[in-house]
């Protein structure tokens, strides 16, 4: 129901883009978030985005960095990551969820992730 896209490789400074195609928008899915799980580390909220005021919420250590936004014609959630670090190596995962929350625990649904790797 979630499908992430636009992970890579890229170089310390350098941006990246990530989309989270939602299948289909319900009240179960009313709140798109991203999260990241470095290895042998446990999963990060980054932020979240609801269809409806399309008012990002952010973790303090993205703020500044990061940047949530929401397309509603094309039922895209997109993370837009700016001066990446190596530190920001991880797999970001979208997930959706009937309310605005900051834990994994509280998403439903979930993407499969994709790979974000900052090189030094």
């Known amino acids: 129901q979630l499908v992430e896209s636009g992970g890579g490789l890229v170089q310390a400074g350098g941006s990246l883009r990530l989309s989270c195609a939602v299948s289909?928008?319900?009240?179960?899915?009313?709140?798109v978030g991203w999260f990241r799980q470095a290895p042998k580390k446990e999963r990060n909220f980054i932020g979240v985005i609801t269809w409806e005021d399309g008012r990002p919420i952010y973790a303090d250590s993205v703020k500044g960095r990061f940047t949530i936004a929401r397309d509603n014609a094309k039922n895209t959630v997109y993370l837009q990551m700016n001066s990446l670090t190596p530190e920001d190596t991880a797999i970001y995962h979208c997930?959706?969820?009937?309310?605005?929350?900051?834990?994994?625990?509280?998403?439903?649904?979930w993407g499969q992730g994709t790979q974000v790797t900052v090189s030094s």
């Open positions: 289909r928008r319900a009240f179960g899915t009313a709140a």
């Open positions: 997930a959706a969820s009937p309310f605005v929350r900051r834990d994994a625990g509280g998403y439903q649904y």
